[in-house]
């Protein structure tokens, strides 16, 4: 307070101690100063309403003549997208991939892989380890696999001979006998019993046994069963393809022009003089 005289008497009037010392701060740092009627007080100054107090991703606090910048953890706001998990760091945060494939679970036959962000259950290709039983087959579908039967009767070599059928069983196959395989004494019983099949014959078939096979070496000879053979005759004007059971006609032509003296002009089995 300082007093002002007047006549004959005087006023007591607030000394505004902030004013007075100016520039010099009669509070300490982080305070200042508030006059009152006749004195003066050290208040608090709250740093945290002044902007850019605290760097990006930091929180301030204030504190009684000082503040302090916290980290802010940006992860309670969840700002990472699903498949993702917040990891804080000092004034910042990272969005880290989640490896769903420790915790989900696919179904049976399918692997987990995960991706950014999600996973994928994928086939497991089940067949590879060849789990079906002999005479049969895998086919993998997704998550599975089904065994399915092996129809050895459909394969371009039949497993069974001549005289046998084949017949499909589940993971096999029988040769069911449809003929008996007979040599006869006679050429005439031999060709009658052969043309009943004609084994693969285009005209005529004749049974073989090992005592009768009297034919021309360069005949080809087939086997119809064990110690059974047989061979494919042809009519006059043919004669047997390379395979030893088709008849093509023989061009007689080509040879010395069929005999014929000017043109010669070839005829299935013969030709035209």
Known sequence: MREIQNEGSFICEDFNECDVFGEINICDIGFTCVNNVGNFSCVDVDECLEIGSCPVGFECFNRHGSYDCLDKNECFDEPCEDGYACLNNEGSYTCVDVNECN????????????????????????????????????????????????DECSSLTSPCDEFSKC????????????????????????????????????????????????????????????????R???????????NGHTCVDI???????????????????????
């Open 103 to 150: 915790v989900e679970s696919c179904p049976p036959g399918t692997n987990c892989v995960n991706t950014l962000g999600s996973y994928e259950c994928t086939d497991v290709d089940e067949c590879e380890d060849s789990p079906c039983d002999k005479g049969f087959y895998c086919s993998n579908s997704f998550g599975s696999f089904d065994c399915h039967d092996v």
């Open 167 to 230: 017949v499909n069983t589940p993971g096999s196959f029988e040769c069911e006998k449809i003929k008996e395989a007979r040599v006869g004494e006679t050429a005439l019983e031999e060709v009658s019993t052969c043309e009943e099949s004609k084994h693969k014959c285009s005209h005529t078939c004749i049974l073989l046994s090992t005592n009768n096979i009297t034919i021309a070496p360069s005949t080809p000879i087939h086997i119809a069963a064990p110690n059974v053979y047989y």
């Open 232 to 242: 494919c005759d042809c009519p006059n004007g043919f004669e047997l393809a390379q």
């Open 251 to 273: 061009d007689e032509c080509t040879i010395r022009k069929g005999g014929c003296s000017d043109y010669c002009f070839n005829s299935q089995g013969g030709d035209i003089k």
